[in-house]
């Protein structure tokens, strides 16, 4: 059975301006997250947590380098927080709000941080969530994720292997 229609549109839209490059082997996800704690602790949690494979870091890295700085333009750093990050049906989802209740962001703030969430998305939906490189969404049993066609495979050899052990054997 093919994909339902809306995402095959999703698969059709948005570019992106990076070509998708695949992670060093020697990638150390938990010092990259750490780095990007401490660079983006003004909106960053502490207790944030990275609910994504390593691929979709280096998309995360720039979104929150540039909603900090369309925060910082509009002098609302402090004022807001990142609520979210993670997968959900095979895209990447970056959740911000305002830090208190009552808050709220300007038309413009909002408009700016509404393109980053966009290009992000958009970004992610042809970027493997597994290795960063060039990937499509795809059902894996009912999952959607964005994967390579390696990773793609092993995923299908997980599945069909009864689900048993490590998914990705990188």
């Not at 839209?13 to 070509?19: C, L, P, Q, R, Y």
Request: proline residues 4%; glycine residues 10%.
């Amino acid at each position: 059975m093919g994909l339902p229609i809306w995402m095959r549109w999703l698969r059709s839209v948005g570019t992106i301006s990076k070509a998708a490059t695949m992670l060093a082997p020697d990638f150390d996800r938990d010092q990259f997250i750490g780095d990007l704690r401490l660079k983006h602790a003004r909106i960053l949690p502490a207790d944030i947590v990275f609910n994504v494979e390593n691929g979709w870091l280096p998309l995360i890295a720039e979104s929150l380098a540039e909603i900090e700085a369309a925060l910082d333009r509009h002098g609302s750093v402090g004022q807001a927080t990142i609520r979210q990050i993670k997968e959900k049906l095979g895209d990447l989802r970056i959740y911000i709000g305002p830090s208190r209740e009552g808050y709220q962001f300007s038309k413009e703030l909002a408009a700016e941080l509404a393109e980053i969430r966009i290009r992000s998305w958009n970004a992610s939906m042809v970027t493997c969530e597994v290795c960063g490189d060039a990937g499509v969404i795809d059902s894996f049993d009912g999952y959607y994720q964005c994967l390579c066609p390696k990773h793609a495979g092993q995923r299908r050899a997980w599945i069909s292997g009864g689900r048993i052990g490590d998914i990705f054997q990188d």
